[in-house]
């Protein structure tokens, strides 16, 4: 894995890359931004941001969405996908807020991930955007383009979110989410245009013999190298068993047959 200071380096190229890295999801507050990124999951930020005006209309605050009919609140945001599941998501944390926080967004990782329908994720988006908390949320872009650049080297999102916070000073945390997010919507795919991109000559991926080889479009997250290296092992038919029968050929079918007279 890079040093902290080679990540630091990095980071600064993926910034100059992507001087606009930010969230693309619209809003206002900790409020919004918090239902906002609910709803983003298995969702495009586009998908929600044509939601929410008119959600932030209806349920311009806690308290309001805490109220919310699910049989009213499901054709809201029905095209975000799993809106049954969001909708109890979102009345469930907007209720635990009026119960546990006055209505208010806590700018606490500990409270906000005891909310339902908010994991550490969601959790370090709300802190990092809307609170001025440093937050590092780690999603599968994050985890694909850090892993494959080698300046974080596991598959799960915590140990990820653990390893680049070490190499990164708090004020740089959400930057560099934001900016391996975009580098992994625009440049590092699951299929990469390693041509594009600031970083190339320092990625591990891109400078591993084995993961080059690797089919297009295969990678999608941690250990990249490790699964490319396993894709180049030539396959060799088996050898014939030691004193195994030889089988007899059968006649092909478009072989004649003999046939003996009857006697
Ligand atoms: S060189 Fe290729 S694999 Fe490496 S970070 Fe850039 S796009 Fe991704």
Redesign the pocket.
Known sequence: MKTAADTRQILDS?EGQHPDADTELHYQNAFQLLVATILSAQSTDQGVNMVTPALFKRYPDANALAAAVLAELEPQIHSTGFFRQKSKALVGMAQALVERHHGEVPADMGALVKLPGVGRKTANVVLGHALGVPGLPVDRHVL??SN??GIAESDDPVVVEQQLCAALPPERWIRASDTLIL??RR???PQ??????????V?????SPA?RVEPKGR?NSGN?RRRAARNVVKKTPPKPKKNSPKKKAKPSRGTPRVRHPRR
Not at 192 to 201: E, H, I, L, M, Q
Not at 203 to 207: F, P, R
């Open positions: 993926l694909r383009v494959r650049i580098h992994g440049i590092c795919r990469p245009r390693c041509d594009a991109c600031a970083v190339s000559d990625c591990d991926y891109y400078n993961a990678p990249v």
